[in-house]
């Protein structure tokens, strides 16, 4: 049966970002490395693409949440280590900017690449009010990256008094919880070829059997807990058998069946 592992992409219309960007500059907080030129390529009417947490809210309490709770704003570079695996989860980070890349180590010593996360999401939702409120992975700044800094008490202010916002994050962890679960499946597959056949499987369709990789070869390696030249082994295998071929970074699904019974 073909396996579909859907990562939750929080690319929801939402509210507009003009309001952020006024907050920004009234605070006068560092404005430099915010895009400032993208959001100018939008007309003022035109929603944007915006965090999930917001969804079915109204525009003036989108803004109203901003005004009462940023504070702050966290720059990181790229490369730079956003938060280590173990650190205590103080205050609420919400991506608004750029992507990061969560990742852990192994017991033998191998990267494993998580996810990689794109505006606009929290850091770990579902630890922040845990009893070990502590951050699973480490998180690393794929490009220049910014942050809203919001503390954990008036975040659980805000959603004691907005039903909507509680709800929100209640389907955000649930959605996050369901992604982690397929996650570990995925890796509980004994054969690489299956981590592969299961990747390819849900980032492509019947209709549509291309899709662009976001990550490197070193970076698939390390999404998968395993050495480059074995990575590179397997999907040589799979291109010799006729399953798929390679062009850079786009992969194309050549036998869909034969891929389904990886």
């Not at 929603?47 to 809210?57: A, D, T």
């Not at 490197?216 to 006729?242: C, H, N, P």
Request: hydrophobic residues 40%; aromatic residues 8%.
């Amino acid at each position: 049966m073909e396996q579909q592992i859907e990562t939750p992409k929080y690319t929801l219309q939402g509210h507009s970002h003009d309001h952020l960007y006024r907050l920004l500059e009234k605070l006068d907080l560092p404005m430099e490395n915010v895009a400032l030129e993208h959001h100018h390529a939008h007309s003022h009417d035109q929603e944007l693409s915006y965090c999930p947490l917001f969804r079915g809210m109204s525009q003036k309490e989108h803004d109203d949440f901003l005004d009462r709770n940023v504070r702050e704003v966290l720059t990181f570079e790229k490369g730079e280590t956003v938060v280590r695996q173990g650190d205590p989860i103080h205050f609420v980070m919400l991506l608004i900017q750029g992507s990061v890349r969560s990742e852990m180590i192994t017991m033998e010593g191998n990267v494993l690449d998580i996810d990689i996360m794109e505006p606009v999401i929290p850091l770990a939702p579902s630890f922040i009010y845990g009893a070990k409120n502590n951050y699973p992975v480490d998180v690393i700044a794929l490009e220049t990256t910014i942050f809203l800094k919001i503390s954990k008490e008036a975040w659980l202010d805000e959603m004691a008094n907005n039903k909507q916002l509680l709800t929100n994050f209640l389907t955000m962890n649930a959605d996050l919880t369901h992604f982690l679960t397929s996650k570990l499946q995925m890796i509980s597959l004994k054969s690489l070829r299956k981590k592969l056949a299961t990747y390819f499987l849900e980032n492509t369709t019947v209709e549509d059997g291309s899709f662009m990789l976001k990550r490197s070869r070193t970076q698939l390696a390390e999404y998968f807990g395993v050495q480059r030249q074995s990575l590179a082994r397997s999907l040589k295998e799979m291109e010799e058998d006729g399953i798929i071929e390679l062009k850079g970074r786009t992969v194309n699904v050549i036998d869909r069946n034969k891929l389904i019974r990886e």
